[in-house]
Nanobody
């Protein structure tokens, strides 16, 4: 059984930083992608940052490039999202997802239709 668990959300002032974590267990594919998505009230879910777990390829939404960094800890099977220079518009529920895929399929331009999502962690940035 696949389990995806996020942690690390909270409330921070604009300009501050947060680090989110996503621990995955029970996922047995050798080629797969992990990613962060977010959804604010009244808005559609959007991709934030994704990564091919078997290598170094990462993909970012234009709105977070230069401010957010996605990384992984293979030993812990954990994906991180380091968020710096946070803005009020970054406020949202952040979700982690995992799916089978090759390097190019981890990009945000590809479908992230997957059954494996976490429960979400709330990020609130005050102005």
């Amino acid at each position: 059984q696949v389990e995806v668990v996020e942690s690390g959300g909270g409330t921070v002032q604009a300009g501050g930083s947060l680090r989110l974590s996503c621990a995955v267990s029970g996922f047995s594919y050798s080629n797969y992608c992990m990613g962060w998505f977010r959804q604010a009230p009244g808005k559609e879910r959007e991709g934030v940052a994704t990564k091919y777990v078997g290598g170094y390829s990462t993909y970012y939404a234009d709105s977070v490039k230069g401010r957010f960094t996605v990384s992984q800890d293979n030993a812990k099977n954990t994906l991180y999202l380091e968020m710096n220079s946070l803005k009020p518009e970054d406020s949202a529920m952040y979700y982690c997802a995992v799916k089978p895929g090759r390097v190019y399929e981890c990009s945000l331009v590809y479908s992230w239709h997957t059954d494996y999502w976490g429960q979400g962690t709330q990020v609130t940035v005050s102005s």
